[in-house]
């Protein structure tokens, strides 16, 4: 595979991003609960959000937080959303968007990121596994809390 670059979600790139495709099954774990809950008080100027790019064409997009002052320590440093590319699932693309935001919060100096999932035979939790979250405890709403340290 070419290599993947990173670039700010911008203007010329958002409608790509917004029109990634999904395996059949995937769209059901798109937003765990929790985050559609917690959407209401997100801070816009706390916001990350990048895609990645494989030669010109957008194959994923992340949107991570980074809000040390949150109350709620698993949205302190997070993922919010991850969504890769049906075609390219499984090519390291969203690794890569996850060390991206991992090298980040690390620079920001937080110690840890943390992800909220769904569970479900088709969600993304044997990825968040295999890339080193762990799971370290669970929503009001019954969603994951998985946990990478830095």
């Known amino acids: 595979m070419a290599e993947l670059r990173l670039e700010d979600l911008s203007a010329s790139n958002i409608v790509a991003a917004n029109s990634l495709s999904l395996k059949p099954g995937q769209e059901q774990f798109i937003a765990p609960v929790t985050y559609s809950a917690e959407s209401s008080v997100v801070n816009p100027a706390t916001a990350w959000q990048r895609v990645a790019l494989l030669e ?3 194959v994923g997009f992340i949107h991570g937080n980074f809000d040390p002052e949150n109350e ?6 997070c993922i919010w ?3 890769v590319d049906a075609e ?3 090519k390291g693309v969203g690794r890569f968007l996850a ?3 991992a090298e980040e919060a690390k620079r920001r100096g937080f110690d840890r990121i943390t992800v909220l999932w769904e569970p479900g035979e088709e969600g993304p939790e044997a990825f968040f596994h295999r890339i080193g979250f762990t799971d370290v405890g669970e929503t009001a709403y019954g969603d994951v809390i998985g ?3 830095l």
């Open 81 to 83: 959303r991850i969504n």
């Open 88 to 90: 390219v699932q499984g």
């Open 99 to 101: 060390t991206a935001l």
């Open 56 to 58: 010109d064409r957008v």
């Open 147 to 149: 946990a990478l340290e």
């Open 72 to 77: 709620h320590e698993e949205f302190r440093a």
